[in-house]
């Protein structure tokens, strides 16, 4: 399990699941909370792993409280 890393006014954090299935199930529910926030993330997925980056926008690309309640509920999920 890793944690998030707070790096170039990003927080950032790679996740691996099993399959590559698995990985895109993840990025469908996540999508839901993300959208429930209104806040997107900049994420990349490739094979079994997704890697995130969260900043705000709108505070000047930076770490914000925001960010940190999108890192809490992709970790839930």
């Not at 199930?25 to 429930?36: D, G, H, Q, R």
Request: aromatic residues 12%.
């Amino acid at each position: 399990m890793y944690t998030w890393i707070e790096k170039n006014n990003t927080l950032q954090k790679t996740f691996t699941f099993e399959t590559f299935g698995d990985a895109i199930t993840w990025m469908i529910k996540a999508s839901f909370e993300i959208e429930k926030l209104d806040h997107h993330p900049a994420w990349t997925n490739s094979y079994n792993t997704v890697h995130v980056l969260l900043q705000t926008h709108d505070a000047g690309n930076r770490v914000t409280d925001k960010d940190r309640e999108l890192a809490r509920l992709l970790d839930e999920l």
